[in-house]
């Protein structure tokens, strides 16, 4: 699962990013940092279930601090987008790659509205964030149009001579983004276009492309800078106006509340409600004055700095994930070499058991006999539905 950052320069881009990657949990290296500079890994949070067992957990593929696992995720910092792109200014083709790498976006806006639609700034409060949003939405649609239009007519008359169903042709065309064919034939039915007939086609096209684009890449919006004076109001108005989720969200504060955290001067966990101030003595004045600005006017106000929660959102919400821990050992939770809990998976809700040994080595689900579920030590078959948080052992011919 890759998640991609959209969003107009200086929107806060690498900040939110930065925020999301910071975790201060001293577990060795992480195999998890890749070279490319687009990319990141954040970590998304779950209660970890070496709490109620009570064990010291070994991490291996995520982190472990205080009963709360972080889970990675991985993130790309899509290429710039600027109006008129998709006509071939700026960094088109790098932008329609990435957006077929990522099976969503989270498109960050300048909540304040202090930044033009280049990113330039401007007079503060002066610009409608409304209009990012919907500039981002039009730009995709554009993108996905202007790919199907280069073989319209052809599919037309290719679906008429041959009888091929629009969905077919369809997906086909969309290959390049990676849109499923399924998404493709639900969006046709949703939209009341009649798949073999191409006479129907002409007058909902926008319509479709905007239902495939809406189901194939949800938005998620970060009304981000939500610390500024002019952001309030506009998060409202989005909140009101969008179909889209909108979360408000102060990425700066929240890597400050992270670094402080680093230097030991706070302790605070991530998409917590609260702080408590450590060392108010090297904090200083000024920070501690910033910290209780932070307190009264992001926290109290909405309950988080927002960009955990968004993470969150994402995982949990919209694609409807669980976590799940497989072992070797049921009785002590250990991998082979004594680890204790060190793998948790993020798989869809519904995966079956016999799914989950496919993800943990491809020969374990050809060969797959049984699972058993720790700490109960109940078998069950290859097509048990995992629960949140299951203890798992795959049991298959193979060793
Ligand atoms: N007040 C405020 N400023 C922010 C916030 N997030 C980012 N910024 C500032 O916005 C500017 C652009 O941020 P950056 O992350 O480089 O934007 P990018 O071009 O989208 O990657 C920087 O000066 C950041 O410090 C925020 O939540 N609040
Ligand atoms: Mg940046």
Redesign the pocket.
Known sequence: MLVGIV????????????ALTMVNAKVGDYPFTTKDPNRGTAYVRSPCVCKELNVEDTPKNSLCKEGIRYLPVQFL?VAGLVPGASEGRGLGNQFLDDLRQADVLIH?V?A?GSLDAE?NQIDKGTWDPLDDVKFLEKEIDAWIKAIINRDYVTMKKKASAEKIKFSMLLHEKLTGLAIKKQTIEVSIREVGIIDDDANTWDEKLDELITTIREKAKPLVIVA?????PSSHKNFSKMKEELNSDVFP???????FLRTEQENSTLSYTPGDPSFKILDQEKLGDKKVELLEKINSDILQKYGSTGVQEILSHVIFNLFNMIVVFPVEDVSKFTDKSGNILPDAYLVPKGTTAKELAGKVHTDFAKNFIHGTLAPSGRRVGADYELQNNDIVKIVSAVK
Not at 7 to 18: A, V
Not at 249 to 255: G, M, N
Request: hydrophobic share 30%.
């Open positions: 969003g107009k320069p200086s929107s806060g881009k690498s900040t939110f990013l930065n910092d960050v300048d304040s990113g981000n800078k939500i610390d500024l969200a102060s990425s700066l504060a929240e890597v």
